[in-house]
């Protein structure tokens, strides 16, 4: 059912020292059981949540959510049908939490940075405007016929019209579904048609690293093949002037005749949320459904503990809405805690690869989050660009997305952070709604390992599964994560196919939570990602993660980031095709390259793991939300790139042909 990653050498290459053993890490201890004084530390608290998660999560969702109605009960759950309630007899508003309560002691405080395209351009919004906003959108979308629990598509730049519109479903009670504004209208048509969406927000067009998105032009080509919609509400991000049909309906002018109050509707917390589709790197995207209670309570806690965030800071998460990052910490984690977020619309290398960094001085923000890729991206273009600007507000380096590669992780905390702040690698996914493994919270001064996400959060406990379906028990082991626990921020079902999501996440391991990925469970417990299951090369029998070559071979001092993936080999089975971007300015040929790149993995990793083909390209097929689409690198590396499928979620499709003919030239 599922495959195993081993290697006892990707252990011990991760467990080198470093210098970071004497630094105090801050973690904000919980109110809620300052009671209890059995609980004295860390492990007593994370043992006690998995112990009672009830008394754990029921505790935290009275402290820190507001109500309509207080909850019956805390969890209810048939995890073989896959019906998981929490919070049952609950009443609440998501928007409500996130805005209104904040109004009487935050009202002119700033909710929302929104760092347009343009650097230094950057306008804020405060909780008072924005509440004033989701109230004049909700009203829009009320009077305009959308009902409770009707779908909304959402395809939008990042900006606070967004997050007010996406507040606004939460209000009446409509489930957003937020498509990336930048994916194809064919991407977005099939978005629209799995949910039946009878509404979409769109802007007339987007901007992005100084180039214009027809986002209007796409609506219309997708709405052409989606008889469902009936509305479309259009935002002028830049005003351009785009042709309105019989279904569009200027967005600002329909505010304007709006009252900014609108009386939020009183929901279950079993309600969904929204939906959001996964990246679409493997198979058919699903429609991820998150409900209000859970996903909320556990995205505020996570917020709040993992960044350790403190009142007055500024938050920086550079993801895009319309990947679940966004939603979870550019959005409802901060807001519901009354932070003050950042809504990053722009590239990390527009206009140059210092944009984050003199972000960062400009805007004062004390965490930022952002995925390795982009790392990866700004290390390759050299130090410069971060030493010359100030960073000393800076106090998180969160990441989240892939796995860091050493490389990566000694350049964020040396470089950037200058030893200073906290690297914080984060693993969650779409499914899980937040954080679930992250070396934050943790007792006080506990060590920060490079390259793992390190330590379960209060609630989670992973359990290593290998291929009998058995748990992997002790340290320095392997096998498949999976999760244990139930904790409130998981999703409840894929939209439309709640048996697909039975079959993906419950039952290939019964009785626990099927991740997908891979893990390495260190000495002292601590869990780092090797990658998806999927991601495993057999060669003669060897299995192999695709992340541990890569980290090798993006330690070379040349090589600016690889992607590894199996092809069909006769004799092997399945032979190694690594593709391979360098850095700037490298002096030494492809050749010598390559063969120190052949030796390194040999040093590594033993001969056999070799890649038979080193392919140098320009660049890699990244998703919008910042991970490799391997399945168009196994398509060419198998020679069948005239079957790659769709390319358009990818951020720069164009960077596919240059691989193509790449591959061409070497065979
Ligand atoms: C939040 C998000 C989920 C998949 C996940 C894993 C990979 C995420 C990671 C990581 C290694 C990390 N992933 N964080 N791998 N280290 N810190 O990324 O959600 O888009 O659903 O992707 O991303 O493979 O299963 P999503």
């Not at 252990?11 to 004295?40: G, H, M, N, Y």
């Not at 977020?341 to 990390?348: A, H």
Request: some cysteine.
């Amino acid at each position: 059912m599922h495959k195993l990653v081993r290697s006892a050498r990707f252990a011990v290459k991760t467990l080198r020292q470093t210098s970071l053993c004497a630094r105090t890490i801050t973690t904000t201890p919980f109110p809620e059981f300052a009671d209890l004084s059995q609980l004295k530390s860390h492990d007593d608290l994370h043992k006690f949540s998995l112990e009672n998660p009830e008394q754990f999560w029921g505790r935290l969702a009275l402290s820190r959510l507001q109500w309509d109605e207080e909850f019956q009960s805390v969890l209810n759950c048939e995890l073989e049908k896959g019906e998981i309630d929490w919070f049952l007899g609950g009443k609440l508003n998501a928007s409500v939490n996130c805005v209104d309560r904040h109004l009487a002691t935050r009202g002119d405080q700033l909710a929302l940075i929104w760092e347009r395209d343009e650097p230094g351009t950057e306008e804020y919004v405060t909780y008072r405007e924005l509440s004033e906003m989701v109230g004049q959108i909700a009203n829009v979308l009320r009077n305009s016929g959308v009902k409770k629990g009707g779908r909304v598509a959402i395809y939008l730049p990042m900006a606070p019209i967004t997050v007010a519109t996406m507040l606004a479903c939460a209000r009446i009670g409509a489930v957003h579904s937020v498509v990336f504004a930048g994916f194809s209208a064919e991407a977005l048509a099939s978005r629209i048609q799995d949910a039946e969406v009878e509404t979409v927000v769109t802007a007339d067009q987007g901007v992005r690293g100084g180039r214009i998105i027809p986002l209007k032009q796409a609506v219309d080509a997708a709405v052409a093949q989606c008889p469902s919609v009936k509305r479309v509400f259009v935002y002028q991000r830049t005003g351009a002037d785009v042709p309105m049909g019989p279904k569009d309906i200027p967005l600002e002018k329909a505010m304007s005749g709006e009252s900014t109050e609108c009386a939020p509707v009183s929901l279950a917390s079993e309600d969904t949320l929204f939906m959001l589709y996964t990246s679409g790197s493997t198979g058919k995207p699903k429609g991820i459904a998150h409900s209000i209670a859970g996903y909320l309570l556990y995205v505020a806690t996570t917020f709040k503990h993992v960044f350790d965030y403190q009142p007055g800071e500024r938050f920086g998460c550079v993801a895009d809405i319309g990947w679940i990052t966004g939603h979870s910490y550019a959005l409802y984690g901060p807001l519901c805690c009354g932070a003050t977020t950042l809504l990053f619309e722009s590239s990390p290398i527009y206009p140059n690869p210092g944009r984050y960094w003199e972000m960062v001085q400009r805007l004062q923000l004390n965490h930022i989050y952002l995925a390795p890729t982009s790392l990866r991206l700004l290390l390759k273009a050299g130090d410069s660009w971060v030493n010359k600007y100030d960073l000393s507000s800076l106090r998180t380096l969160g990441c989240v997305g892939e796995p860091l590669n050493h490389e990566a992780w000694d350049w964020y905390y040396e470089v950037v952070g200058q030893k200073r702040c906290d690297v914080i690698d984060t693993w969650w996914q779409t499914e899980t709604g937040g954080i679930c493994i992250s070396p934050r919270p943790s007792s006080p001064g506990a060590h920060i390992e490079p390259g793992m996400p390190m330590r379960p959060f209060f609630g989670i406990k992973p359990v290593l599964v290998d291929e009998k379906n058995e748990e992997v028990n002790g340290e320095d082991v392997e096998g498949a994560l999976c999760l244990g626990s139930l904790w409130p921020g998981m999703a409840r079902t894929i939209y439309g196919d709640h048996q697909r999501y039975i079959e993906t996440y419950l039952k290939p391991c019964p009785g626990l939570y099927y991740t997908g990925d891979g893990a390495h469970r260190h000495k002292g417990g601590n869990y780092q990602i090797t990658g998806r299951m999927d991601d495993v090369v057999n060669v003669t029998g060897h299995r192999l993660g695709t992340a541990e070559l890569e980290d090798i071979m993006d330690t070379h001092p040349d090589v600016a980031e690889s992607a590894v993936v199996g092809f069909p080999h006769d004799i092997k089975g399945e032979g190694i095709f690594a593709f391979v971007v360098l850095k700037e300015g490298v002096k030494h040929s492809h050749d010598d390259i390559a063969q120190a790149l052949r030796a390194a993995v040999k040093q590594g990793i033993a001969s056999y793991a070799q890649p038979d083909f080193i392919l140098f390209t320009n660049g890699l097929p990244w998703t919008r939300s910042g991970k490799i689409m391997r399945r168009i690198l196994r398509k060419i590396a198998s020679n069948q790139a005239d079957e790659l499928g769709d390319v358009s979620t990818l951020a720069d499709p164009s960077v596919v042909e240059g691989i193509v003919k790449g591959y061409k030239a070497l065979h």
